[in-house]
């Protein structure tokens, strides 16, 4: 259980329980980096607000700092601020360069909310060879599957756990891992922002099982959906989102609802492939 206090004026926690801050590359190159960083506020006070972004390099020197005045604050639109940074420490496996984006809330002096999220800049895409890129290099994915408990701890796992599962990762020599259900604690997803480690985390909901079709199955995958990509959008070593593994089709059909994920997933988070875990033959692959 954890308890988050705000004041009356803060960055939402509230937006699918992630840091409400997320930061979106739109154009990536050595060159430079431009993108949007969205807050989303919950200003109960129901007065204008003052919004400063800060971005830190790796060494920890500001690269880009700009300030935006949101009139009426609405908790269902994010505050949007365009950023650029040149010549950027672009993040790759070989190389996870990570940068630090500040938001702070009101008098510059004394914020009334401060957030910071840690990320990277880096392009994915899939090349004519079929093998994934990231920025333009070709990467060789060697992975394991990783579950989500062990002997004598369950699933409480701890951060020195994680520490001795990756560790155990790297000396097999695999660069990815593929979280067996559903995602693992946040701690893991940085420590392979730090390391280049390349996880794939996924959504439970159509996993294992025959899919039902009702409106309370499909509004639980949706919200669940939506909590992985938000939760772990700012994530560099995340480059893809899981819509079902090993999904049996037998009873009603989970095409178009596949579908559907797939499609809300990619207008949440265009920048990332979407991929799957099938064990069947047939047009769900497709």
Not at 69 to 74: H, L, M, S, T
Not at 146 to 149: G, K, R, W
Not at 270 to 273: C, D, G, I, K
């Given at each position: 259980?954890?308890?988050?206090?705000?004041?009356?004026?803060?960055?939402?926690?509230?937006?699918?329980?992630?840091?409400?801050?997320?930061?979106?590359?739109?154009?990536?190159?050595?060159?430079?980096?431009?993108?949007?960083?969205?807050?989303?506020l919950?200003?109960?006070?129901?007065?204008?607000?003052?919004?400063?972004?800060?971005?830190?390099?790796?060494?920890?020197?500001?690269?880009?700092?700009?300030s935006v005045?949101?009139?009426?604050?609405?908790p269902?639109?994010?505050?949007?601020?365009?950023?650029?940074?040149?010549?950027?420490?672009?993040?790759?496996?070989?190389?996870?360069?990570?940068?630090?984006?500040?938001?702070?809330?009101?008098?510059?002096?004394a914020?009334?909310?401060?957030?910071?999220?840690?990320?990277?800049?880096?392009?994915?895409?899939?090349?004519?060879?079929?093998?994934?890129?990231?920025?333009?290099?070709?990467?060789?994915?060697?992975?394991?599957n990783?579950?989500?408990?062990r002997?004598?701890?369950?699933?409480?796992?701890?951060?020195?756990?994680?520490?001795?599962?990756?560790?155990?990762?790297e000396?097999?020599?695999?660069?990815?891992?593929?979280?067996?259900?559903?995602?693992?604690?946040?701690?893991?997803?940085?420590?392979?922002?730090?390391?280049?480690?390349?996880?794939?985390?996924?959504?439970?909901?159509?996993?294992?099982?025959?899919?039902?079709?009702?409106?309370?199955?499909?509004?639980?995958?949706?919200?669940?959906?939506?909590?992985?990509?938000?939760?772990?959008?700012?994530?560099?070593?995340?480059?893809?989102?899981?819509?079902?593994?090993?999904?049996?089709?037998?009873?009603?059909?989970?095409?178009?609802?596949?579908?559907?994920?797939?499609?809300?997933?990619?207008?949440?988070d265009?920048?990332?492939?979407t991929?799957?875990?099938?064990?069947?033959?047939?047009?769900?692959?497709?």
């Open positions: 259980v954890e308890l988050i206090v705000t004041g009356r004026d803060a960055v939402s926690p509230l937006h699918y329980s992630s840091d409400g801050v997320f930061v979106t590359p739109a154009h990536v190159s050595a060159e430079r980096v431009d993108g949007t960083v969205s807050v989303w919950s200003a109960k006070s129901g007065t204008a607000q003052t919004v400063d972004l800060e971005i830190l390099s790796p060494e920890g020197e500001t690269v880009y700092s700009k005045r949101a009139a009426k604050p609405d269902a639109v994010p505050v949007d601020i365009p950023f650029t940074v040149e010549r950027p420490a672009l993040w790759s496996p070989s190389s996870p360069s990570l940068y630090s984006v500040r938001v702070r809330l009101g008098d510059i002096l914020p009334s909310d401060e957030v910071t999220v840690v990320t990277g800049f880096r392009k994915i895409s899939i090349g004519d060879d079929n093998r994934l890129r990231i920025n333009g290099e070709a990467i060789d994915v060697h992975g394991v990783m579950a989500h408990d002997a004598g701890i369950a699933s409480a796992m701890r951060e020195r756990h994680y520490d001795e599962d990756l560790d155990m990762v000396d097999l020599g695999a660069n990815a891992l593929r979280s067996l259900t559903a995602p693992h604690d946040d701690y893991l997803y940085s420590r392979c922002d730090r390391s280049g480690m390349l996880p794939l985390t996924r959504t439970q909901v159509l996993s294992d099982v025959s899919y039902f079709s009702t409106e309370a199955f499909r509004d639980n995958g949706r919200s669940q959906a939506m909590e992985i990509v938000c939760q772990n959008y700012n994530h560099p070593s995340v480059v893809m989102w899981g819509i079902f593994s090993q999904l049996w089709q037998k009873g009603d059909d989970p095409l178009p609802f596949v579908r559907e994920l797939n499609a809300l997933v990619k207008s949440t265009p920048t990332r492939l991929v799957a875990c099938s064990d069947a033959d047939g047009e769900l692959n497709f």
